[in-house]
């Protein structure tokens, strides 16, 4: 098995892509897509967790986070737009899409 975030970026490119291209704002909630595709994927609940955490953190996905910017599901379509308060959330405090 490759890393958790590989196998993200192989299965869904559009929602994961790889560098040097930026991260995209996802869709909320998508952790739960993910889960109950797990078991195809080859992964547990907690790797996708995990993976979760990780793609959110950092400069990479913050900077993505723009009001009107669209949130995209694991196919890349259009689901939803970045509000100014989740910008504003996001910019105060940890951006999370995973529950614990």
């Given amino acids: 098995m490759g890393s958790p975030i ?11 892509p790889k ?4 991260k995209v704002p996802l869709k909320i909630g998508i952790h739960k897509d993910l889960l109950e595709q797990a078991e195809a994927l080859g ?4 790797d996708i967790r995990a993976a979760m955490k990780k793609w959110v953190k950092g400069k990479r996905y913050a900077e993505c986070l723009v009001a009107g910017a669209a ?3 694991l196919q890349g379509k ?9 910008v504003e959330r996001a910019s105060n405090a940890e951006v999370k899409l995973c529950s614990a």
């Fill in 43 to 46: 992964m547990t609940a907690s």
């Fill in 78 to 86: 259009e689901v939803g737009f970045v509000t100014k308060d989740e």
């Fill in 71 to 73: 949130r995209i599901d």
């Fill in 19 to 22: 560098k040097p291209n930026a």
């Fill in 6 to 16: 590989g196998l993200l970026q192989k299965h869904f490119p559009l929602a994961f």
